[in-house]
């Protein structure tokens, strides 16, 4: 008992994380929360006096998990805010209830030892199933469901402590707070996925009752197993997408509401599209969403390429993705992608699922594996452009955007060569810093940040874009000025009053956030 009630919140603990970095949101440090909540259960469950009663955490903890599934993101859409406010709360209640019972469980002096060493060895054992067995066994993040179900049947394998009628009133009072919280985060149009929601109090209303009426573990497991299943499953039955894991997140292949655009999205963040049409009747493909022609990357691409005679030679592209920036090339130049996660390349490699690599590069050289560590293995001076395009989810390793790193690219290029930045993200602003640490070293930044592009652009597959490209080459600036038809780009001065230069030993990810909340707030202005 000890084992299992330390397995299932620990376990809980990196699907969570899990779930909210892939299904949730993709928000920098957002992994700091559920492991604050983990260590915080601790300490409030084991003080002689808790400030949480543990029989109040044991009648609201059922409902507050079912409404975890409900309205967490697992099946209705109802807002990243909602999915994360109740993905969370069950959470804390769980790790609560359980790490409450093992408060309540504890033996006298004599053993203590080999209870602690029990209690570790079911948190190392839920580690290791939710962090390193589920991404070989799940191509989603099943585990989540999983051990939230797991949560509710071993925790009811004891002697319940409430009665039925307490768990039901506890459990209707939780659900009506919620459906407050729910009302005051939802627009006030009342979004389909709110709607949604309100149609699902009345099943959470009747599992409460259920759960009260019906205590015994085996009995409850059979009520609740179908419902619980059906919640985390229908999705995967009732939609086209095709779902691929790895250690390094979920890559799923889903198809444009209207039918006409297949996309590559990595946790919440799309990663390529491509026209079906051109998949199906294997015609030439065209690149969407940030590579488009016109766009800031071929943009950056033709005036590297004029100021370099008219061809880049060699190109180091780091992230695949679908292979869509393949399409930029021109014939007699060799692209290199460098791209960590094998199921990403068997995607962009498979013409089935996108055609860019097979129909504009079949001859593409793929280096799989970290790009920093096998980028030092090319030659001196051997790239006329680097792009780094590399992300997990919306978030950019910050490994390739330290002084150490861009160093490390010019030294890879070619005279009169580029180096491209893709720093688009929804909480962070980047190119202020990758500019003030490339002025380190004696390179000058441009920035194209926001894009007129029109509805139908957008619907079709178009996406704006924040591009940075650093160069010490005015050549390469005179081409880009010359070709930027839009006025886009922009010049980031060298001196970055406020701004530290990032290196391997620091970077700060929060200064970062806050001018991109300044950015945000001028904007809506």
């Known amino acids: 008992r000890w084992c299992a009630l330390a397995f299932v919140p620990s376990g809980l603990l990196v699907a969570v994380t899990a779930h909210i970095s892939t299904d949730v949101a993709a928000a920098p440090l957002l992994w700091v929360i559920p492991l604050a909540l983990f260590l915080l259960t601790f300490i409030v469950t084991f003080q002689r006096r808790p400030i949480l009663p543990h029989l109040a955490m044991v ?21 990243a805010a909602a999915a994360l406010l109740f993905t969370l709360l069950g959470f804390f209640a769980t790790a609560m209830v359980f790490h409450g019972e093992l408060a309540r469980l504890r033996p006298k002096a004599e053993r203590l030892t080999e209870f602690y060493v029990w209690m570790s060895v079911g948190g190392v054992l839920g580690g290791i199933f939710a962090g390193l067995l589920s991404p070989h066994l799940f191509d989603s993040v099943a585990e989540y469901g999983i051990l939230l179900f797991a949560a509710l049947v071993v925790r009811f394998a004891g002697r319940p402590h409430l009665t039925p009628r307490a768990q039901l009133m506890a459990g209707l009072g939780v659900l009506a707070a919620s459906l407050v919280v729910l009302a005051l985060i939802s627009p006030a149009t009342a979004s389909a996925g709110f709607r949604s929601a309100l149609g699902l109090t009345g099943v959470c209303l009747g599992l409460v009752g259920l759960m ?17 299943a059906t919640l985390n499953l229908a999705p995967a039955f009732t939609s086209k997408t095709v779902s691929v894991r790895s250690f390094f997140g979920v890559s799923k292949i889903t198809t444009s509401e209207d039918g006409t655009l297949r996309y590559l999205a990595h946790g919440t963040t799309f990663h390529g599209a491509q026209r ?8 030439p493909p065209e ?44 014939p007699g130049e060799a692209w290199s992608f460098y791209e960590i996660d094998p199921h990403v390349v068997r995607i962009a490699r498979d013409p089935s699922h996108f055609t860019f690599l097979d129909k504009c590069a079949p001859d593409a050289r793929i280096v799989l594996g970290d790009a920093r560590l096998k980028l030092q293995d090319a030659a001196p001076a051997r790239y006329g452009m680097i792009i780094v395009d590399a992300f997990s989810s919306d978030s950019i390793p910050v490994h390739l955007l330290t002084r150490e790193a861009i160093d490390l690219y010019r030294a890879k290029l070619a005279p009169g060569g580029s180096i491209v930045f893709h720093l688009s993200n929804r909480n962070l602003t980047l190119a202020p810093f990758v500019a003030a640490t490339a002025a380190t070293l004696g390179l000058e930044t441009w920035r194209s940040m926001k894009q007129d592009l029109t509805a139908a652009e957008l619907k079709a597959g178009k996406a704006s874009t924040d591009i940075a490209l650093v160069t010490d080459r005015p050549s390469v600036l005179a081409a880009l000025q010359a070709g930027d038809k839009g006025g886009h780009w922009r010049a980031i001065g060298r001196d970055q009053t406020g701004i530290t230069p990032w290196t391997d030993d620091f970077s700060n990810v929060l200064a970062a956030g806050w001018l991109r909340f300044r950015e945000d707030r001028q904007l809506t202005r």
Request: charged share 10%; with cysteine; net charge positive.
């Open 287 to 330: 690149p969407l969403t940030y590579y488009y022609r016109g766009s800031p990357f071929d943009q950056a691409i033709a005036a590297t390429r004029e100021a370099m005679g008219g061809s880049l030679g060699h190109v180091a592209v780091i992230g695949l993705g679908t292979g869509s920036q393949a399409c930029l090339k021109r």
């Open 276 to 283: 079906i049409a051109e998949i199906v009747n294997g015609l």
């Open 212 to 228: 009260a009426l019906v205590p015994d573990a085996r009995r409850l497991a059979l009520i609740l197993a179908p419902v619980l």
């Open 59 to 79: 009648a609201v903890q059922p409902s507050l998990v079912i409404a975890a599934f409900a309205f967490g993101g697992v099946l209705v859409g109802t807002g």
